[in-house]
């Protein structure tokens, strides 16, 4: 699976788009984007995936580059419990295993 | 809520003792993941079971193992406890979609301290 790079912190002000940035320069073709978030030693949370096309769903919106070796995860109205680290992952759909391998993520403080 | 249990919450053992984990995957799940969570590792997959049978095995120590049994419900069972062994275990479960797209929905965890 390739590996992804995402800074290590940001910062959103309450009620503004929050948009986390994931550099995956080295992406195959059959090779998804997912997106997970960890809210304080909780369990991670699914947030939404996709291929090529950008994503939306009622958590966020996903946006991958044409070529894509990047994307960006929107949070369009953040909230003081969208604070969490927020993981970038890369993963192959097809493959026998659905493991999902964990860098070090985004921690996203939202601020009042 | 993910529909996946987790239990105990929390368990506070002893160096050298064995304990087990246990999971209760969504209805319907096939797949379950074992990951463990520490300070200085982060999140790591351990193993995974689908339907009874392990798929696939991550950075899983000797001193542990799992099972998937006919119910679905998985256990992890970590013995001769090492203070490293100090960390968040993790259970997820997912179902498998058309064209091998996969969703994992976690567990709340359970928290071990070896002392």
């Known amino acids: 699976d390739a590996k992804t790079t995402q800074p290590p912190s940001m910062d959103c002000a309450e009620g503004r788009a929050a948009n986390l940035p994931c550099n995956h320069s080295?992406?195959?073709?059959?090779?998804?984007v997912y997106w997970y978030r960890q809210i304080h030693s909780q369990g991670p949370q699914y947030i939404i995936h996709?291929?090529?096309n950008n994503e939306t769903n009622e958590m966020a919106s996903l946006i991958i580059t044409e070529d894509r070796k990047s994307s960006t995860l929107i949070l369009p109205h953040a909230t003081l419990r969208d604070t969490a680290v927020y993981y970038c992952?890369?993963?192959?759909?097809?493959?026998?295993?659905?493991?999902?391998?964990f860098g070090q993520g985004t921690t996203l403080q939202v601020k009042p | 809520d993910s529909g996946v249990t987790q239990t105990p919450k929390h368990l506070i053992t002893a160096t050298g003792q064995r304990v087990t984990l246990r999971c209760s995957p969504r209805?319907?799940?096939?797949?379950v993941y074992w990951y463990q969570q520490s300070l200085d590792q982060g999140l790591q997959f351990l193993i995974q079971?689908?339907?009874?049978?392990?798929?696939a095995k991550g950075n899983i120590l000797e001193r542990f193992s799992a099972q998937q049994f006919p119910d679905l419900h998985s256990e992890l069972n970590l013995s001769s406890l090492e203070l490293g062994d100090s960390a968040l275990y993790f259970c997820?479960?997912?179902?498998?979609?058309?064209?091998?797209?996969?969703?994992?929905?976690f567990g709340p965890g359970t928290r071990l301290l070896v002392l």
């Open positions: 997820a479960s997912s179902v498998e979609l058309a064209g091998g797209q996969e969703t994992q929905y």
């Open positions: 080295t992406i195959s073709g059959n090779e998804y």
């Open positions: 996709g291929l090529k």
């Open positions: 992952i890369v993963r192959v759909n097809l493959s026998n295993t659905g493991k999902l391998i």
């Open positions: 209805s319907g799940d096939l797949s």
């Open positions: 079971y689908y339907n009874g049978e392990e798929r």
